[in-house]
């Protein structure tokens, strides 16, 4: 079974200062909620300023737009496949899973977010991206077999089709209402995998 555990795949700079370090990881958390809430193109200046730093800053952790596209939408997979161990802790599996599906759309949200910067990276740095895969695939692979082990879901529903049915949320047309629309989605999905206890 693939591991939902998440390598570091942007590693922060060793020699980086404790100030340092700290400006560098608000920047990826300012991007990434400016990314899921206005797109890519949302302004590098604006990120720096909401982040309390400098452009200048800004540039010298990331050189690139895409640069910072990059570290943020591996932090978002890293995250996300973190927290399949940590609610398969704290919640009963299908309770579990139905909580990492949430998850799953904030981290389509950003994704769909840097779009046109992560097509740019896909033709440069494909392991980015089947690294991802496996990720995400391992840790809800992880919590479907738990669920399933212990009689709260159906038994026969592989990871493939979990992530299809999933996969379909981030081609609903942009509106207002895409996050809760998501959210219903996400609860026809548990009616059908629960078995009736």
Known sequence: MAS???K?????????????????????????AAFAEKGVETSLEDIARQAGVGIGTL???????????????????ESL??????????????????EWMRRFVGYIATKRGMANSLRILMTSN????????GLIRGALENLLKSAGDKGYIRSDIETTDLLHALSS???????????ERSHRLIGLLMDGLRTRK
């Open 8 to 32: 570091t795949a942007s590693p922060v700079p060793n020699r980086l200062r404790a100030d340092a370090r700290r400006n560098r990881e608000r920047l990826i958390e300012v991007a990434a």
């Open 59 to 77: 540039y010298r952790h990331f050189p690139t737009r895409e640069h910072l596209v990059e570290v943020v939408y591996r932090r978002e997979l």
């Open 4 to 6: 939902a555990e998440p």
């Open 126 to 133: 494909s392991s980015l991206f089947s690294e991802g895969s």
């Open 169 to 179: 949320i981030y081609s609903m047309p942009e509106s207002p209402e895409w996050r």
């Open 81 to 98: 496949a973190a927290a399949a161990t940590e609610l398969a802790q704290k919640h009963a599996p299908d309770i579990a899973i139905e």
